[in-house]
């Protein structure tokens, strides 16, 4: 049973950059049919995709965020990351790391726990 | 503001149908498949429905969805106090280049 875990710092100042890992467990991110996932969710509830990448390095990006973030993915590791440049107040949020299964619509099968992202002076 | 738009709340009490509506446009729900996700609280979102309604294994029959045209829309019958959740819609949009998200519905059971 694939499951997935986030890390990352908790607390950011402004205008840091805010770096995620997401580790996978119980199946290899080699799979192919999967995309490797970030979204974001605001304290008011609303879902923010952010993007994702398949495990030979192709991404997609939201346009909204296109200019501020990276993802990268590390197979020998099964892991996956998320930086974010520049961050602000805005960008406070609960973060998932997830699974995006092809295969389903582009249904997201798979969710981490998540980790909250405060960004504060 | 979200793309796709869901009441924001909903009710019913135990045994009772309910349903929740999301209506998209034509560059999401109308050319792409939707999923809907269920989020108890302070967990993460769960995925209930695929490919517009298809049930991943474990998902019980008394949760089901359709679509139709530019809105799709989510029933869960039979009610119980473990449905009280966030329910959220989703769809690939073709002119955004965006996986986009319903606003959320909160479902309560009285």
């Known amino acids: 049973q694939v499951q997935l875990q986030e890390s990352g710092p908790g607390l950011l100042k402004p205008s840091q950059t805010l770096s995620l890992t997401c580790t996978v467990s119980g199946g290899s991110i080699n799979s192919g049919g999967f995309y490797w996932s970030w979204i974001r969710q605001y304290p008011g509830k609303g879902l923010e995709w952010i993007g994702y990448?398949?495990?030979?390095?192709?991404?997609y990006y939201s346009p909204s965020l296109k200019s501020r973030v990276i993802i990268s993915v590390n197979t020998s590791e099964n892991k996956f990351s998320l930086n974010v440049t520049s961050v602000t107040a805005a960008d406070t949020a609960v973060y998932y790391c997830a699974r995006t299964d092809m295969g389903l619509g582009e249904a997201i099968d798979i969710w981490g726990q998540g980790t909250m992202i405060t960004v504060s002076s | 503001q979200s793309v796709l738009t869901q009441p924001p709340s909903a009710s019913g009490t135990p045994g009772q149908r309910v349903t929740i509506s999301c209506s998209g446009s034509s560059s999401n729900i109308g050319s792409n498949p939707v999923a809907w996700y269920q989020q108890l609280p302070g967990t993460a979102p769960q995925v209930l429905i695929s490919?517009?309604?298809q049930r991943p294994s474990g998902v019980p029959d008394r949760i089901s969805a359709s679509k139709s045209g530019t809105s799709a829309s989510l029933a869960i019958s039979g009610l119980q106090s473990d449905d009280e959740a966030d329910y959220f819609c989703s769809a690939w949009d073709d002119s955004l280049n965006v996986y986009v998200f319903g606003s959320g519905t909160k479902v309560t059971v009285l």
């Open positions: 490919k517009n309604y």
């Open positions: 990448i398949s495990y030979s390095g192709s991404t």
